[in-house]
């Protein structure tokens, strides 16, 4: 579990009981600032959003770490990057919030692709905040959080459908 305003992962088990935690504030390798999204692949690989720091962290289940990213507007810099999640194939896809674009990535952290812009258009988003795939089809769902609704895209990033959720309607 991310504990954001901690800036530490947590671990429990299945009933609840803690285990055991990881982090503290600041900027170090073991260091998080309000650490947000998390994932777990398939082969133990844990997946921590840094969103304060700008980057994302891998640990392999040896202890080995990852680490990619960094502040900035470019292509493989983040600002505020908050959701992940994993494919099948093992892709990260990774929420950009404030540079408002959703970012894909092999488990090495190479950048294989990245979409999307500031707007309220059809594959634009304001502020990205979750990512999850569909098993059965590997489409990617985006919550775009200040356009109020969600966006589907196919895996390689374009645009399918969108979905509005008004309260009371």
Known sequence: MADSLNHRIQKF???????SEMGGFGTGPEEFNEPDGIAIDETGNLYVVDSGNHR?????????????????????????????????????????WDN?????????GDLINYWGSEGSGDGQFRNPAGVTINASDGNVYVADYNNDRFQIFIPEGLFVAKCHHLLGQ
Do not use: C
């Open 100 to 108: 408002h674009r959703i970012k894909k990535y092999n488990t090495d």
């Open 13 to 19: 088990t299945t009933q609840g009981e803690f285990l």
């Open 56 to 96: 994302v962290k891998k640990y392999t289940p040896d202890g080995r770490l990852y680490i990619w990213g960094e502040e900035g507007g470019g292509p493989a810099q983040f600002r505020n990057p908050s959701g992940i999640a994993l494919d099948g194939s093992g892709n990260v896809y990774v929420t950009d």
